[in-house]
């Protein structure tokens, strides 16, 4: 099956900084990758749709100057959660779209954030 | 009303046990539908897609009944390693950009 990769896949930071997640996909291009949010026992919410050369798409209530997405190639998705506070942590999830076949989506491991 | 709702579980099973599991969807447009598996503190993984004629992998079977919008995943020979939370997910072709639609998933947890 295809793949995506995202890293990192933990981090820890102070509050107040920026992190920064990526995610790939490695044998597709993907000209719509979309990101998550999980938190614990609890089902995933999407926060944006991204779109290759324009911009992020986001859900209604997720603001997109805390957390800003760049979709610069066909591979390549990145989010940055800015300043941080520890109630973003969580566990964030890309996925790629891949519509060689059946149109579905293919997920990236996870980074898991933890903000203190 | 969620665009897809399941069953709310948990589901508990011994070795060898065949367990069903069901989920409707509110869109009748909707175009794809998929059973996603998700392994505690994993990200979810694409078990399989359903089609309009059934489809059957392994002990897995998977049902789509479009009149009722009704989706339904069964299991066969459970096995420990069966043990996760299964996602039904919808995808609308008419919604933006391929977006899927995930019900909040059903535990399972087989045990020996």
């Known amino acids: 099956g295809a793949v995506v990769s995202q890293h990192p896949s933990r981090v820890i930071c102070k509050s107040g900084t920026s992190v920064k997640i990526e995610c790939r996909s490695l044998?597709?291009?993907?000209?719509?990758m979309f990101w998550y949010r999980q938190f614990p026992k609890k089902s995933l919410m999407l926060m944006a749709t991204?779109?290759?050369?324009?911009?992020?798409?986001?859900e209604q209530g997720v603001e997109k100057d805390k957390f800003l997405i760049n979709h610069a190639s066909l591979t390549l998705s990145t989010l940055t959660v800015t300043s941080a506070h520890p109630e973003d942590s969580s566990f964030y999830i890309c996925?790629?779209?891949?519509?060689?076949?059946?149109?579905?989506?293919?997920f990236g491991p996870g980074t898991r954030l933890t903000v203190l | 009303r969620k665009e897809v709702e399941q069953d709310p579980g948990p589901f508990n099973v011994p070795e060898g046990a065949t367990v069903a599991f069901n989920c409707t969807y509110s869109?009748?447009?909707?175009?794809?539908f998929f059973w996603y598996r998700q392994d505690c503190r994993k990200e979810p993984k694409l078990l399989m897609s359903?089609?309009?004629s059934g489809n059957e992998d392994g002990r897995f079977t998977a049902q789509l009944n479009r009149a009722s919008q009704y989706i339904s995943l069964l299991i066969r020979d459970s096995k420990l390693s069966d043990s996760a939370t299964y996602l039904c997910?919808?995808?609308?072709?008419?919604?933006?950009?391929?977006?899927?639609?995930f019900g909040r998933g059903t535990q399972l947890t087989v045990w020996p």
């Open positions: 869109n009748s447009a909707s175009q794809s």
């Open positions: 359903v089609y309009s």
């Open positions: 991204s779109n290759e050369g324009s911009k992020a798409t986001y």
């Open positions: 997910v919808v995808n609308n072709r008419g919604s933006t950009l391929g977006r899927l639609y």
């Open positions: 996925s790629a779209r891949d519509t060689r076949v059946v149109d579905t989506q293919y």
């Open positions: 044998d597709f291009q993907a000209t719509t």
